[in-house]
């Protein structure tokens, strides 16, 4: 009967259906691979977030503290009041994707207007953004730009005669249809360490969490890549400027 057309017909919608099962539960296995690897990417993205508020807090208090030493109630009074209210925003926006550019800039005006109060005006902060892009309906990852101020004006004015300058300026770029924030400084630049040195080694912990965040966003949306750098800035004689 194996030469009977019928039997040829069975055996080949057999074969088929053998096929077809295989690669059903192929396709059904990597998608369960795939969902999983997304809900372990949300839940690392979500710890990189909450890693943001103890480092702000931590550095915050520390400068409430400083005021409090020096008797400086006035100071101290006007510190919490600012901080508090970052805070509550801070908490907000971390449990968020996506805050508009406008929410952003917000936060971070708060946030160096602390800064500025911390430091005795010891530096100037100039915003600048495209008047092209709608801030209220473009959207980015919540937090990103304050480790890198902080960075700034952590480690650039260190040790310098003058008045520190931070710029930010958001711009639009039409061939690639992306946004730019670029952050400068007029500090000390990088500064060359010996590279068997342990602090050659180290980088601000708010920069690993942005680049493990930013290299996390990426694998999770193949549309719109994102990217980030930072590097020393120099003059027409090759001096660091920033």
């Known amino acids: 009967f194996s030469d009977q057309l019928w039997f040829r017909v069975l055996a080949l919608l057999f074969l088929i ?20 690897k997304r809900i372990l990417q949300g839940a690392e993205l979500n710890a990189l977030r909450n890693q943001m508020n103890p480092h702000f807090i931590f550095n915050s208090l520390n400068s409430i503290q400083s005021f409090i ?17 970052l805070m509550r925003n801070s908490l907000e926006y971390s449990k968020l994707e996506y805050i508009s550019i ?18 005795d005006d010891r530096f100037k902060v100039q ?57 400068q400084d007029n500090g000390i630049g990088i500064k060359a360490k010996d590279s068997k040195s342990s602090k050659a080694k180290h980088q601000s912990r708010g920069l690993s969490i942005i680049e493990n965040r930013i290299k996390l966003l990426n694998q999770n949306n193949n549309n719109h890549q994102a990217t980030f750098n930072f590097s020393n800035r120099y003059n027409a004689k090759q001096q660091v400027i920033g």
Do not use: W
């Open 17 to 36: 259906f053998l096929i077809g099962a295989g690669v059903f539960f192929r396709i059904r296995t990597i998608q369960s691979q795939e969902d999983q």
């Open 69 to 85: 030493f020096h008797q400086d109630v006035k100071k101290a009074n006007q510190y919490l009041s600012k901080f508090s209210k």
């Open 102 to 119: 406008a929410e952003e800039i917000r936060f971070i005006r708060a946030y160096l207007d602390l800064e500025l109060l911390r430091f």
């Open 127 to 183: 915003i600048e953004i495209a008047p092209e892009i709608p801030v209220h309906h473009y959207f980015i990852p919540p937090l990103l730009l304050q480790p890198i101020l902080e960075n700034s004006i952590k480690h650039a004015f260190k040790k310098i005669a003058y008045q520190g300058q931070i710029d930010i300026q958001i711009l639009a770029t039409e061939q690639e249809q992306t946004i730019e924030v670029m952050i």
